[in-house]
């Protein structure tokens, strides 16, 4: 969506996953609220596509970028796409999977903006403590004295659910 002249590019992992489907939608209606034209775009899972698609659009002269990476695992992805940025002098900012600050000091044009996984893990686990304090034996459902559960740890390889999971 968007037009192809587009001032602002946004990259997004995957169109396909909820969540990330509710920050499209809010931050669309953001640019259009600030005059600002812009270009989304789903990289499908793969991140071929998305740094590719940032290599067309750096060379069709883009002047900001904000990126949803698809791959969080390794630096490697982040640090390419930061190199084309910085080559192009233009602005990047990743957003909601994080990169490593070595990617972000890389380049001085660029940030992060998302929460620290680490930090969110924290709370959730907080959060549940909390809940089990108040609510022991209603969730002690064989009253054996233990809580017993199954965690879900999320995309294998992607720093947010590994952080969280911790």
Known sequence: ??????DVHVFYYSYSDTYISSVRTALDKQLQNAG???QDYDGNGSQTTQTEQIRTAVTKG???ILVNIVNTGSDDA???IAA???DAGVPLIFFNREVSDEVIKSYDNSAFVGTRAEEAGILQGEM???YLVKNFN???LNGDGEISYILFKGE????EAIYRTK
Do not use: C
């Not at 969506?1 to 587009?6: L, M, V």
């Open 1 to 6: 969506s968007g037009n192809q002249n587009a």
């Open 36 to 38: 600002i034209s812009y």
């Open 138 to 140: 209603a969730v002690d």
């Open 84 to 86: 084309l940025a910085k």
């Open 128 to 130: 549940i403590g909390e």
């Open 62 to 64: 883009a002047k900001a």
């Open 78 to 80: 982040a640090n390419e």
């Open 156 to 159: 294998e390889g992607n720093n």
